[in-house]
Nanobody
Framework: QVRLVESGGGLVQAGGSLRLSCAAS????????VGWYRQAPGKQRELVAL??????RDYAASVSGRFTISRDNSKTVSLQMNSLKPEDTAVYFC?????????WGQGTQVTVSS
């Protein structure tokens, strides 16, 4: 089992930056995939960025070039978000696929004002 705790959300003006962090209860090295999803009001949860066990990274087209996912250490993954837009407003969830099971954090709110 993996417990995930996000931090770093908040309110920022358009064009600003935020850094989200996700602390896992166990090492994330060797996990099938670790990353970030988001869900805006009235919309489905969508992939933002993902690191696979191979080390490859996937980004949603809407954030490519603005967001960067990284593994800071064995138990922390971060999402650096630059040039934020109002449409980036959502609850951001940390995600891990471990041993064939999906695990989610409780989410952190990101609000971008215009």
């Amino acid at each position: 089992q993996v417990r995930l705790v996000e931090s770093g959300g908040g309110l920022v003006q358009a064009g600003g930056s935020l850094r989200l962090s996700c602390a896992a209860s166990r090492s994330i090295f060797g996990i099938n995939a670790v990353g970030w999803y988001r869900q805006a009001p009235g919309k489905q949860r969508e992939l933002v960025a993902l690191i696979r066990s191979s080390g490859s990274r996937d980004y949603a087209a809407s954030v490519s070039g603005r967001f960067t996912i990284s593994r800071d250490n064995s138990k922390t993954v971060s999402l650096q978000m630059n040039s934020l837009k109002p449409e980036d407003t959502a609850v951001y969830f940390c995600y891990v696929n471990y041993d064939g099971l999906d695990y989610w954090g409780q989410g952190t709110q990101v609000t971008v004002s215009s």
